[in-house]
């Protein structure tokens, strides 16, 4: 089989694509927790930031004003947070970076009065969004962040 003669049909799609050669920046997602150790009643405190790590300006926007949500996994691997619904940390319906800026969000998460001791860890996602450039936007799914561990102690 051969794919030559779809290579102009090829190059006639993606130039009819909105997005084709819109170069997305690079963004780092990363979280940090402290303190390491926490008993319930304590308040973890969660810094999620986004970082722009490309020698271009970026603009993000969002279909919603939740763009960021923090979870906090069990050790048995469940999400024990947001226990129903999300909790709305910004950063809102869009954001722009310059290079090599960041945008830190802070959220103080009250450790619950039942919460078994053990290893968790925590982390933030970034709802799906648009990257604008000019007139050109280009989807992305969500992001992920990486995840931090901390310990419930009694």
């Known amino acids: 089989m051969t794919i030559r003669p779809a290579l102009p049909l090829l190059a006639l799609f993606l130039a009819a694509c909105p997005t084709a050669g819109m170069h997305v920046p690079a963004l780092g997602f990363t979280v ?55 909790r709305c940390e910004g950063p809102g319906e869009r954001v722009e970076l310059a290079p090599g800026a960041s945008r830190v969000l802070e959220h103080g998460w009250p450790v619950p009065a039942g919460m078994a001791a053990g290893e968790y860890a925590a982390y933030f996602t970034v709802a799906e969004h648009d990257v604008v450039d000019g007139e050109k936007r280009a989807f992305k799914a969500g992001h992920r962040s990486n995840e931090v561990p901390f310990r419930v102690v009694r």
């Open 32 to 86: 940090a927790a402290a303190p390491a150790e926490v008993r319930p009643g304590d308040t973890l405190r969660l810094t999620a930031t986004l970082e722009n790590e490309s020698a271009a300006p970026v603009t993000l926007e969002f279909g919603t004003a939740c763009g960021v949500t923090f979870h906090v996994r069990a050790p048995d691997h469940r999400v024990v947070e947001p226990a129903e619904t999300p």
